[in-house]
């Protein structure tokens, strides 16, 4: 099995732009897709980025997903920051035995 | 529009069980893949286990294997998540969450959750 691993938190102000990282243990980050998912306080998350870059119907071209097998890292960037972007953010994938993974998460910022 | 209402949560002590459910409307609910996803309070989520659409594969995370069982009953459109040997760290909300088309690894819509809490 492998882990995520996220920043804790960022910040940035409005108008910015703000990238988040997430990055693979071991294993290539190449090798299964990723996905990012923005979960406001006290609700569900939801779907910004899947298959690595993919936006779902309804999420702002602001957002965009990008693989690095340099740094065997996932990153999500956020441009043109609004304070509605604010929320936590978790990158997610799966490993050769199917089994699921979860960044731990992070809290972005927008002051 | 796609609904997913959890129900089943509440208060266990240590080593009893309790038995999740999720009913699931505006979609051919046998036609995917379905997952129960944990958040513990203030933490990160924590995927549980998954089902295909005909129950005939199933997967759980090893924190949860031998005393988590997932199923479901597509005649009723409904998920279930039987909890048993429940200890304080599955205290958590339980998510449920559908698969997108032809995917098992990710999730397109979830549930608001229902909140599970493991105490004497």
């Known amino acids: 099995n492998f882990m995520l691993t996220q920043p804790h938190s960022v910040s940035e102000s409005p108008g910015k732009t703000v990238t988040i990282s997430c990055t693979r243990s071991s294993g290539s980050i190449a090798s299964n897709y990723v996905q990012w998912y923005q979960q406001r306080p006290g609700s569900a998350p939801t779907t910004v980025i899947y298959?690595?870059?993919?936006?779902p119907s309804g999420v702002p071209d602001r957002f965009s997903g990008s693989i690095d097998s340099s740094s065997n890292s996932a990153s999500l960037t956020i441009s043109g920051l609004k304070t509605e972007d604010e929320a936590d953010y978790y990158c997610?994938?799966?490993?050769?035995?199917?089994?699921?993974?979860f960044g731990g998460g992070t809290k972005l910022t927008v002051l | 529009q796609v609904q997913l209402v959890e129900s089943g949560g509440g208060l266990v002590k240590p080593g009893g069980s309790l038995r999740l459910s999720c009913a699931a409307s505006g979609f051919t609910f046998s036609d995917y893949y379905m997952s129960w996803i944990r958040q513990a309070p203030g933490k990160g989520l924590e995927w549980v286990s998954y089902?295909?659409?005909?129950?005939?594969?199933?997967n759980y995370a090893d924190s949860v294997k031998g005393r988590f069982t997932i199923s479901r009953d597509n005649a009723k459109n409904s998920l279930y998540l039987q909890m048993n040997s429940l200890r304080a760290e599955d205290t958590a909300v339980y998510y449920c969450a559908r698969a997108p088309p032809l995917t098992w690894y990710e999730n397109d819509y979830w549930g608001q959750g229902t909140l599970v809490t493991v105490s004497s």
């Open positions: 997610q994938s799966y490993d050769s035995s199917n089994l699921v993974v």
């Open positions: 089902i295909s659409s005909s129950s005939s594969y199933t």
């Open positions: 298959e690595d870059n993919q936006r």
